[in-house]
């Protein structure tokens, strides 16, 4: 029998959650019951959805035998959440994993899986077009470069068309800085259009293969060939990176770099690369799980645990504008 904590740490951990808290009451310890109920509901969880087919049994069997031996009792919700999380993201590195009690985001989880949206199209999401889609600036930074502060990867059909009308409004740009410092990412879908904006209307490029397993299926990651609107060809692209770049802005800059049309300044990004889908575990926990697998077509593998790699590495708070001095040679040397 174990008489230690099943933990082994081999990535540093994010702090949780990063999408957001709820104000806390005052915390008193989950009941055993309750929380026998929420690591049920885990379990099941990833016994059926966990990205790596066949390979979950080990992390049911180790969140039973740390609940067997009492790790989990006599924890308020936040830590209970937290304890779980940091377990999980030990035994699998992945950053993904996470748990925590957040009790009307489960009650808006629970809604909408109880009365999916009807919605024949997609509509944007009110806070998303009021933050402009993610593109907090997009400015000339010099006479012939330009630069898009693109702080999240919006799931909103308008993302695209802002993301273009922001590089529309830089005509004058040889070339292009993409800071993605602050962005933590969001939706997997929106990557691939963002993609094309880089790649010439017509030309299919497959990225990347993405398996789900909640699905069992695989399907491409490629650019859209009929996407219209705003392109940026032909110019270099500078992509600005920090240890806060994560999950969807990571494969954005993962890909464009891999196809050779960015070069990455700044930080290792946080290495994030499978993704993942929020489910209400009961009793106002969520869990965020790892749910697929993302391959590039180029490197054969992904930036999970890694980050994205850099080409010149710099402090993220120096990375503009080494990226600038970079572009600036670049285009004299043309």
Known sequence: MLTTKLTLLLCPLLALPFFGTEPAGEQVAVDPEIAARVLAELRSLIGENYA???????????????????????????????????DLRGWTSDKHFMVAHLPRFAAELEAHAAKPSTDAEPKDDPGEAAANFGVKRAEMVSENVGLIHLDQIAFSPGTVPAFQKALAGLPEASALILDLRDNHGGSGDTVPSLLSCFFPKGEKVVFATHYWRPTDKTKTIETNP???????????VFILTSKDTRSAAEALAYHLRAFGRARVVGEPSS????????????????????????????????????????????????????????????????
Request: charged share 25%; aromatic share 8%; proline share 5%.
């Open 52 to 86: 790596y087919k066949g390979h979950e049994k080990w992390l049911l069997d180790s969140l039973a035998e740390n609940h067997k031996l009492g790790f989990y009792d006599d924890l308020d919700p936040a830590q209970l959440g937290s304890s779980i999380t940091e």
């Open 226 to 236: 009929d996407l219209d609107g705003a392109r940026f060809l032909d110019f270099p």
């Open 271 to 334: 290495g994030g690369a499978h993704p993942a889908d929020m489910r209400s575990l009961g009793d106002g926990f969520v869990a965020l799980v790892p749910m697929g697998i993302v391959t590039s077509a180029k490197t054969g593998t992904d930036w999970e645990c890694r980050g994205v790699p850099v080409d010149h590495p710099c402090e993220a708070s120096e990375a503009e504008e080494l990226a600038l001095k970079l572009a600036q040679q670049m285009l004299a040397e043309d």
